[in-house]
């Protein structure tokens, strides 16, 4: 097996992904998908100059004096509801009653706020000066006609949703989630229906890697497990083929029943199989069989986890044709220091928190790639630097964000 760094593994994989086609969505229904458009504005947001405020639209000159002690009378003429326009244009001395969103009355230049006003029979007494300009928020200050809003290739967020109305979209282009077919493999592991007896454990990576599979966007089909022999391996691949993707779990390390690398061997022409300078996860395999990328994890459940982050969920991401396909990743503060020997990456579990002065990242205190307990508080990878042995307490290190 050849010996690869973790970017020169993701380099290739990627490089082998295409994205998959486009769909139509409603916009209630495009919360987290990949936007496959620009969102163009076709109007100007707010359509014309309006009040901020609820109050009186003014001639600013007419009031340049006013102070709570030496108000400045002013007729009341029209009142202007969001939604409707005044029917008469301002002259000196005179107000026009506004709320908030009403459009700008013709002659003001300014609104002043209802509580820089007292009432005063028919009219009102202005307590306070306005500049030209005060309240007032432009037409197009949100959004101008033919303005790019959104840009393709983001994970479409409430705030987009909210923009998307705002331009009057009630439907748009998202990239297609891709389908990914999970096959847990291994003589020893039992359905959640079954008993596990004697050495036997349950099928933890299949529902995993399930949930990872949809918090990374794509569409994941359970297909249970194969047992550690040829034929079923190449029946249950066989089934998984007539997904986007296909993702196993297992047998593809040295060991004398890890069949999963001679089974994809006999089906694919294009697979590679890796040892990755990581830990935890080493041997990776991964290629395409027709136009189906498989990706063949560890199946260690940490080295399964942390492989899937690493090499899967950008495949996904990029499948649906999204910007940013990598875990984020903040910098923090180290809690304490922390070892390793040279030659591979590590992928620590951390807990990522905030202290009230800074960011702080806690390693788990055990890292074994069996130990998942290590993996469900933490909300972070710490990246230990291939070629580091040591990190030191204090030190700013970067750590992979695994909040969904
Ligand atoms: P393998 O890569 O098949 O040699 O598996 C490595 C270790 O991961 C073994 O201890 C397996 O029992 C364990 N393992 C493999 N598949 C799973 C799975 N689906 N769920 C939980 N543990 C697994
Ligand atoms: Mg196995």
Redesign the pocket.
């Known amino acids: 097996m050849a010996m690869i760094q973790v970017d020169e593994a993701r380099d290739i994989i990627l490089s082998k992904i295409e994205p998959k086609g486009l769909e139509k969505v409603f916009i209630e229904e495009a919360l987290g998908r990949v936007l496959a458009e620009d969102i163009i504005a076709g109007l100007n947001n707010p359509p014309m100059d309006n009040s901020a405020m609820d109050g009186y639209a003014v001639i600013a000159a007419d009031i340049q004096s006013a102070t709570p002690d030496n108000p400045v009378k002013l007729e009341v003429v029209d009142h202007v509801p969001a939604g409707s326009v005044a029917g008469v244009t301002l002259k000196n001395n005179q107000a026009i009653r506004i709320m908030t969103g009403g459009p700008i009355p013709p002659g003001s230049d300014a609104v002043l706020m209802q509580e820089d006003t007292d009432k005063n029979g028919g009219g009102i007494l202005a307590k306070d000066k306005a500049e030209v300009g005060e309240n007032i928020r432009l037409a197009g200050e949100d959004v101008k006609e033919g303005e790019v809003v959104i840009k393709k290739g983001v994970a479409i967020t409430p705030a987009h949703i909210g923009m998307m109305a705002v331009v009057g979209r009630s439907s748009i282009y998202v990239g297609q989630r891709p389908t990914v077919a999970i096959l847990s ?5 039992v359905e959640l229906d079954g008993t596990p007896t004697g050495p036997c454990i349950y099928n933890s990576n299949g529902y995993m890697l399930s949930a990872q599979i949809r918090s990374a966007g794509g569409i994941p089909c359970y297909m249970g497990v194969a047992r ?1 022999d040829e034929k079923d391996l190449m029946e249950k691949f066989d089934w998984a083929l007539k997904c986007d993707i296909v993702v196993s779990s ?2 593809v ?1 040295v ?1 004398d ?2 069949l999963v690398k001679s089974t994809l061997d006999k089906l694919g022409n294009d697979m590679m199989f890796w040892k990755v300078a990581m830990k935890p996860g080493k041997p990776l395999a991964f290629g395409k069989i027709g136009e189906v990328p498989i990706f063949g994890l560890p ?1 260690n459940p940490v080295s399964s986890f942390v492989s899937f982050e690493q090499f899967a969920r950008p495949a996904i991401k990029k499948m649906m044709g999204a910007r940013d396909i990598m875990l984020r990743t903040v910098q923090a503060t180290l809690t304490r220091t922390v070892h390793k020997k040279t030659g591979r990456l590590h992928f620590m579990s951390a807990v990522i928190s905030w202290d009230g002065n800074e960011t702080t990242v806690a390693p788990a205190e055990e890292q074994g790639s069996g130990v998942l307990k290590s993996a469900v508080n933490a909300n972070g990878l710490l990246v230990f630097p291939l070629e580091k042995d040591e990190l030191k307490s204090g030190e700013q290190v970067t750590v992979q964000l695994l909040d969904v």
Do not use: K, R
């Open positions: 493999t291994g003589d020893e592991i550690d297992g047998g390390s060991g029943y890890d199946g």
